[in-house]
């Protein structure tokens, strides 16, 4: 993934509602700040709904540090944690780009894997995403740490879509992404004026949609 330019989203904190299979699964909270100097931290927590508790804890999140470089954002750490009992699905991993190597565990797990030029986390591809759409650059294909193993996504533009939301009509551009030998496709409608931002994502399976998310609301943090 190139860049035109150095490329950094405003910080924001931005609420989706969360379907899945057309069942309310809560909402989703995103967190993108500042942290001084080059740091930055994106960060999600979850609401999950009555029912959706008997699967996700209201205190899971997932986390990842990133820093500026003149070539763009990249992590410099990791993590998750399901907020129940046992490894599953947690994991922490440390990016050591002056030995190209990611490390740490996953569920339990040790991880090393060399790391690949523009590599990102499975949390911080989507900021990668944003801010090279942000500098006028195509994110093409990327190379994705996934707990212990490392996927490449290939994003594709679609059409321009006006999408309805509760922040209004919002103009956006749809990006599809897929890797090889799967079944699952992910389809996002990217809102140029909010830097951007989602207003909708979809993720499908075998040609249906499973998971859904909406934009509920936006708030700019900094300058």
Do not use: C
Request: overall charge neutral; charged content about 20%; hydrophobic content about 35%.
């Amino acid at each position: 993934m190139s860049h035109a330019q150095p490329t950094v989203p405003q910080p924001f904190v931005a609420t989706y509602a969360v379907t899945f299979r057309g069942l309310s699964g809560g909402t989703l909270r995103m967190e993108w700040r500042h942290e001084g100097q080059n740091r930055y931290v994106f960060e999600t927590r979850a609401s999950p709904s009555a029912l959706a508790r008997f699967v996700i804890s209201s205190d899971a999140f997932e986390r990842t540090t990133l820093e500026l470089t003149p070539q763009g954002l990249r992590p410099l750490s990791w993590e998750a944690n399901d907020g129940r009992s046992g490894a599953k699905g947690d994991g922490k991993l440390q990016f050591d780009w002056n030995a190209n190597t990611v490390s740490g565990t996953y569920e339990g797990e040790p991880v090393k894997l060399a790391l690949e030029p523009g590599m990102q986390d499975r949390l911080s591809i989507q900021i990668g995403v944003m801010a090279a759409l942000a500098g006028g650059a195509e994110p093409g294909t990327i190379a994705m740490v996934n707990g212990d193993s490392i996927r490449h996504y290939t994003y594709t533009r679609g059409q321009s879509e006006t999408v309805q939301s509760k922040l209004g009509p919002l103009q956006t551009v749809v990006y599809e992404s897929t890797r090889a030998n799967s079944n699952r496709l992910s389809r996002v409608w990217h809102v140029p004026s909010l830097d951007y931002l989602p207003a909708r994502a979809e993720q499908i399976r075998k040609g249906k949609v499973e998971t859904v998310m909406t934009l509920l609301s936006v708030e700019k943090t900094g300058p």
